[in-house]
């Protein structure tokens, strides 16, 4: 069950919890308004629109990155960059995007336009997502990350779209194919997180 009410957060119910609905229920972080993400990458100088920087986070966090207020510099390799304030709209994204990854209830978004912006901005914000998520992943998880044989594909095809440009289009085909790539781009970062994350927690509580 999920809905989403105007604070920000959206109520998800626990599979196989056998209590009420009331009390099986989690408040979900929704992620910030794209606009607000890209005024505050406009006002810290990031040559990047919101989706690509809300990549670089992901991928920082899939790659086993800190967590804490200190990503937005070691994910751009930037030590000059400051911490996003407390409650400020980038340490929002930092809250949802790790609650986001961790939830096996798979409420894991992308940051990309809204359906009525045209076909070639939302194909091009997702290949700028994709080359966002490729460096900082590279950075968090080193030169040999314990990925599986589905991860080192899944992050084969990241490459490759990541490469990829938008050419214009309106077809109806068309937006069925961005609505498949999104799905990938998205299970590929869980698979990616659980590889590199997850699957190391999980090893290392059985120590």
């Keep these: 069950m999920h809905n989403k009410p105007e604070c920000g957060f959206s109520l998800v119910h626990l599979r196989g919890c056998p209590k009420p609905v009331a009390d099986c229920v989690l408040l979900m972080p929704d992620l910030p308004d794209i606009a607000a993400v890209d005024a505050a990458s406009r006002q810290l100088g990031l040559a990047m629109d919101a989706s690509e920087l809300h990549g670089v986070l992901c991928g920082w966090l ?4 800190a967590t804490d207020g200190t990503w937005l510099a070691r994910a ?3 030590d000059a960059l400051p911490a996003p304030a407390p409650g400020s709209v980038l340490d929002q994204l930092r809250e949802a995007a790790i609650v986001q ?16 912006r045209s076909l070639d ?26 990925l ?9 095809d990241l490459a490759r ?3 990829a440009s938008a050419e214009s289009s309106e077809d ?7 609505a498949e790539l999104e799905e990938f781009v998205r299970v ?3 698979l990616l997180h659980g590889d590199c994350v997850l699957g190391p927690r999980h090893r290392r509580s059985l120590n």
């Design 188 to 190: 590929a970062a869980l």
């Design 172 to 178: 109806e085909e068309d937006e069925d194919a961005l």
């Design 62 to 65: 899939a790659g086993g990155g």
């Design 76 to 78: 751009l390799a930037d």
């Design 101 to 116: 990854l961790e939830d096996r209830g798979f409420s894991f978004d992308l940051l990309l336009p809204i359906a009525d």
């Design 148 to 156: 599986s044989e589905e991860g080192s594909e899944a992050l084969q």
């Design 121 to 146: 901005e939302r194909a091009e914000a997702l290949f700028s997502w994709c080359r966002g998520f490729l460096g900082a992943f590279g950075l968090a998880a080193g030169a040999a990350p314990p």
């Design 161 to 163: 779209l990541a490469k």
